[in-house]
């Protein structure tokens, strides 16, 4: 009998074992079905899991609320339909470990049939912006989270997309149709906010890291020229981010564990009897990690931290209230070592510290009017700070000052938008942002030619910008569309004023193709530095030359061409031509620089907006959506990007490299039970860059590099080509979800040219490379 109770309770075990793993792992789907222009809940929608046994599905309530239960995991599509409105399908993917709440507008049927009507699901690829007609598009938080080196970074997932390069792939700088990274505006919840990257520098839109985790970001669209008139003080392309509310139902977890740092997330309800509830991110870092295992980041210590929020306060007469917002942190420290034997290159006997802190804080109010009428009013603080200094070992290892550098900004914004929907045909929005910032910048450095230290910038100043905007939508019929608006931009300082019109429309030829043709005139502020540039005069006067400069400017002309090859399947054509004036330019008849080829910095010399520019191409995309876990996404666009100056030369821009063909996809295996195998590739080929040669006898010499100005931009740095993979292993549980990835960046550890450099210490040119292979290794669990 002793043997007896061991092999019941075996057997007693193996039962249990066999009665869990037999039971099919589900989720709730829940969510609310909105009105897409007036964002009104509607009550008696159908929402359906399509492809269920028996169909799973559900009625919207009277708030719009639905709720569906017993959900298999896995990749499922759910169906919406609503008499006088357009079908919607979307994909899911559900997960054991967390609930999906899902907020789905639709779109009015102009139709107003009495009956529903079956239509091809082709929500997948519009623009959440139903007034962005061209070169618009939605991301998808889901699959942009499995592009293969994306690492959750909407900037380094668009890379993928046509029209857009990496500009150095050692951060997430893009490139948009040969425009500076300069030109891309942040938008969060509707408001600008400012670079949102670690490790950013000044007059940059991008970094080593992005700070906003994709824990907290819901689908958003990503527009690359022509924009809708709400869209200003940019010239390049649009993030527009739209965050997503915490489960307002119950307690979710999510933990992260990796090469790039500790990662923890918490969402939840403030009590069952209030429909509120949070979202919380924060992740810690410390990049040292990756020298540990043999990948070489030089002797700095680099780290990072970041924290991200949302909570949503909705009242029962008063409207919505939301608290939103990011912060950054990120520092890089690094010292000589005082052995000169060691120093093989000069950078080696230099201090250096480096500082980037980002942040926003927002409030936003939704109120409700009427059924038709929607107002959002939101106030938004926020402020970077960025610095850079160091300091040279002399050779008895005392340090000399070399050069420092300190930005600041401090912004306060406020916004008001009015979405008025007259009818299913005829909608308008308007709106106005209020900008005041508040800069300090000093930027001092030993000279090598003068051999004396110079400052030409220390200043502090306010600075104000009104932007108003009014766009109207009407669909003429269920085939024919058109948008028209304007946008205006005040800077107080100097009372320079834009008005900027904004036209569009669509054609449907059939329910399967579609023509679009957008146009829009843009500007954008140069930067604050450029204003404040100081210059001294021969009598010692301190004059400042820019501060009456005007915007840069812009005309965008789109053609589109979009066709539906079956309900998954889909491929797009756009031409563009994109005629760049008024540009700021240096004031001088002999100089190359303009505004449009700056990725960073300061530029300090006295301009004029004498300077031109051009960028014209063809694109093409060829997209499968996620359908039977497998999706593709293949891009190819032929550009020119050019420039010309007050020396009036026309020169390739920097980022002309006239061809680039990425391939990204992925596909998932279920291989076990609960168990998911992904693989996800990304092939990215482009041309090369262009840069400037150095004159070698003038930077021995100055013992620094010196650039032959005047042959600006002439020599093209050879093609790019890279691979990224990503390999997965998805495991749901009862009440858990764990992945374990890795993401192999430039898995080919193909050699790059980024360009080249005098070093001083050996007296010659040598060459740097851009990023070599990287392991990104990530787990995460969510509960």
Known sequence: MTNFKPSLLVVALLTVSAFSNAQSLTQTVRGTVVDKISKMGLPGAT?????????????????????????????QALKISFVGYKDVTNNLVVNSGKEVVLNVPIEEDITQLAEIVVRPDAEKN?????????????????????????????????VSFAGVVSADDGNNSISIRGNSPFGLLWRMEGVDIPNPNHFAVVGSSGGGISILSSQLLANSDFSTGAFAAEYGNALAGVFDLNL????????????????????VAAEGPFSKNYRGSYLINYRYSTLSVLSKIGVNIGDAVTNFQDLSYNIYLPTNNFGNFSLFGFGGLSDQIQKAKKDSTIWEFDYERYNSNYFSNTGAAGLKHAYTINPNTYLQTTVVLSGNNHGYEDERLDNDYNPQFNYIQKYSNRKITFSSVLNNKFSAKSALRSGVYLNRHTYALNLRYRDAELNEVVEPLDSKLHA??????????????EQFSFNAGVHSLYLTNNNRFSVEPRASVKYDLSE???????????????????????????????????????FNKAHHVVLGYD???????????????????????????????????????FETEPMVNKGVGRNYGVELTLEQFLHNDLYFLLSASLYNSEYKALDNVWRNSRFNGKHAVSFTAGKEYNWKKGRVFGINLRTIYTGGFWTTPIDITKSVELGETY????????????????????????????????????????????????????????GKVEKWYMTPLLPILNYKIEF
């Open 464 to 477: 104000h910008t009104v932007q108003a905007f009014s766009q109207w939508n009407y669909k003429v019929s």
């Open 512 to 550: 399967q193709q579609s023509f679009s043709l957008g146009y829009g005139l843009h500007s954008q502020m140069q930067p604050i530095s450029v204003y404040e540039a100081q210059v001294e005069q021969p009598d010692g006067t301190i004059a400042q030359p820019n501060l009456n400069l005007d």
């Open 244 to 263: 997503r509310k915490g489960n307002n139902e119950k307690r979710e977890y999510t933990i992260q564990a990796g090469v790039l740092g500790l990662d």
């Open 707 to 762: 650039y032959m100005e005047a042959l600006s931009f002439t020599e093209q740095l050879p093609d790019y080509f890279r691979t990224d993979v990503r390999f997965s292993i998805k495991r749901n549980k009862s009440r858990t979800t764990s992945t374990l990835s890795l993401d192999l960046q430039n898995a080919t550890n193909r050699k790059n040219l980024g360009g080249q450099y005098f070093e001083a210490q050996s």
């Open 47 to 75: 929402v359906v899991i399509l492809n269920t046994e028996p169909l799973l599905g559900a009625t919207t309530d009277v708030d719009g609320n639905f709720r569906i239960n017993n959900v298999p995991v896995g990749t």
């Open 126 to 158: 519009k623009p959440l912006n139903e007034m962005a007609v061209v070169s618009t598009r939605t991301f998808s938080v889901e699959e942009t989270r499995k592009f293969a080196a994306a690492v959750n970074d909407p900037a380094r997932a668009a």
């Open 563 to 601: 066709r539906s090859l079956s309900r998954y399947l889909r491929i797009k054509a756009e031409t563009y031509y994109q005629q760049l004036y008024n540009i700021a330019v240096r004031n001088d008849v002999n100089s190359p620089v303009s505004t449009l080829t700056l990725e960073q910095g």
